[in-house]
């Protein structure tokens, strides 16, 4: 897998509600093949507190309705900034490829490293962007840095494909309008988003996905001049790889 630590898509929350996009991109992920672990937070809907780290065990099912009810019940709080779970993350398994370099290194680890390398998190989120209008973010993290940095290129290659089949079953079912995925070096800014919004290159970000809503706004001829990698999707999305890092 690349180095890339987050992937972001955006949503509008006029287009869905946050229990679709909630219930939308768990189901996809676990149509994908991710597997739904546990809640792992600070405080639950009901503010009950425990402590950080207790994994609250739930059904995947029940989680949009988890996310919907939490907001209803702190939406009128001052500065109240929305994310779900509070203060933590959904966390899911999948079982990316590791080469023998990665065994290899894994092995002289603590013994959950292997375990860990398996971890995706999940979060929902809402922002303002800078050209106005409030949005729901979906933040997905990669954790572990053995499966992150290093391996051989066609072990990269393969899960970075398996991630583009989360993102397109994601954008099946509930159609965000745009992404990014970024190194740790970026810090996974939305750049991109902001240039693009302006009649601009998309350029800032590793990996973009211009969704159906925004594609009006993407040079396609410019694209190909670049030269630049795309995987397009059913419904036109398209994803760019905006470096050549890990290109067979």
């Given amino acids: 897998m690349p180095d890339f630590y987050y992937i972001d898509l955006y949503f509008d929350p006029e287009e869905k509600t946050l229990r679709e996009i909630v219930d939308g991109c768990v ?6 093949g991710a597997t739904f672990e546990k809640v792992f ?6 503010r009950k507190q425990v402590s950080i780290g207790e994994h609250v065990q739930i059904e995947p099912q029940d989680l949009g309705v988890m996310a919907e009810t939490y907001f209803e019940e702190h939406e009128g709080e001052t500065n109240f900034l929305f994310s779900f779970p509070p203060l933590g993350r959904i966390m899911f398994k ?6 023998q370099y990665m065994m290899d290194e894994i092995a002289e680890e603590e ?25 729901m973010k979906v933040s997905m993290s990669f954790w572990e840095e053995y499966l992150l940095k290093h391996g051989s290129w066609e ?3 393969r899960n970075i494909e398996k991630i583009y089949s989360f993102i397109g079953a994601i954008n099946q079912n509930v159609e965000p309008y745009f992404g990014a995925m970024n190194s740790e070096l970026h810090l996974n800014t939305d750049k991109s988003h902001d240039l693009l919004r302006e009649g601009k290159f998309p350029e800032g970000n590793d990996f973009v996905f211009v969704g159906k809503q925004m594609l009006h706004l993407l040079d396609m001829d ?3 001049a670049r030269g630049i990698r795309q995987t397009v999707m059913p419904n036109k999305a398209v994803i760019l790889e905006l470096t050549d890092k890990w290109a067979l």
């Fill in 222 to 224: 410019e694209v190909k």
């Fill in 155 to 157: 072990v990269h290659r």
């Fill in 27 to 32: 189901y996809s992920l676990i149509c994908s």
């Fill in 94 to 99: 999948y079982d990316f490829v590791l080469d």
């Fill in 111 to 135: 013994a959950d490293t292997k375990s860990s390398a398996n971890d995706i998190g999940v979060t929902f989120s809402y922002s303002v962007s800078e050209h106005g209008g409030k949005r």
């Fill in 41 to 46: 937070l600070v405080s639950s809907s009901n």
